[in-house]
T-cell receptor, first 114, second 111 residues
Framework: QKEVEQNSGPLSVPEGAIASLNCTYS??????FFWYRQYSGKSPELIMF????GDKEDGRFTAQLNKASQYVSLLIRDSQPSDSATYLC??????????????FGKGTKLSVKP | DAGVIQSPRHEVTEMGQEVTLRCKPI?????LFWYRQTMMRGLELLIY????????DSGMPEDRFSAKMPNASFSTLKIQPSEPRDSAVYFC?????????FGSGTRLTVV
């Protein structure tokens, strides 16, 4: 069974620090990797996607992918209290991630303290 | 664009009753997904459609659950009869490329 594993947290970081969120996946054939943010009581929203090994930066967010280690991470620089949410890692066996089953981890709860 | 629209936002029903959840995907999106989220199990895919055709319903927990997509702009998820263990947040999502866009969800409580 395809699985996506995340540390449930909570991960607590001070405002302005770097938050590092990690995810491992079991299906070596996975092609697309996504990070969603979910505020309490709200729906998940897509914040980053990555398809190739290496780093991808978007503003304060950097996604890192290592397919050999089956590992994907999300770094949040200059963390703000508004970043406090649950971060869901999701993996798809199709390139692009629009089709097929997007398998989600259970999420890591991040708390940014002022 | 109004995004993915789900209704109702909240539903409280008694065990044994029929429940129907509704979803309007984003126009032009050709994939539609129904997910269920609980604290214990996280987000689980129930079923997904491509161009209104069901592709994978292996996540549907049992025959009490059924889903339809009669056209590109509407889908329903029906539970009959409902049970307390069906209590969860049900999300609809649609996609054309690069991940999914989720609706606001329906919080279902079966008492």
């Amino acid at each position: 069974q395809k699985e996506v594993e995340q540390n449930s947290g909570p991960l607590s970081v001070p405002e302005g620090a770097i938050a590092s969120l990690n995810c491992t996946y079991s299906d070596r054939g996975s092609q697309s990797f996504f990070w969603y943010r979910q505020y309490s009581g709200k729906s998940p929203e897509l914040i980053m996607f990555i398809y190739s090994n290496g780093d991808k930066e978007d503003g304060r967010f950097t996604a890192q992918l290592n397919k050999a280690s089956q590992y994907v991470s999300l770094l949040i620089r200059d963390s703000q209290p508004s970043d406090s949410a649950t971060y869901l890692c999701a993996v798809n066996s199709f390139y692009g991630g629009s089709q097929g089953n997007l398998i989600f981890g259970k999420g890591t709860k991040l708390s940014v303290k002022p | 664009d109004a995004g993915v629209i789900q209704s109702p936002r909240h539903e409280v029903t008694e065990m044994g009753q029929e429940v129907t959840l509704r979803c309007k995907p984003i126009s032009g999106h050709d994939y539609l997904f129904w997910y269920r989220q609980t604290m214990m199990r996280g987000l689980e895919l129930l079923i997904y459609f491509n161009n209104n055709v069901p592709i994978d319903d292996s996540g549907m927990p049992e025959d009490r659950f059924s889903a339809k997509m009669p056209n590109a702009s509407f889908s329903t998820l029906k539970i009959q009869p409902s049970e307390p263990r069906d209590s969860a947040v049900y999300f609809c999502a649609s996609s054309r490329s690069r991940g999914y866009t989720f609706g606001s969800g329906t919080r279902l409580t079966v008492v």
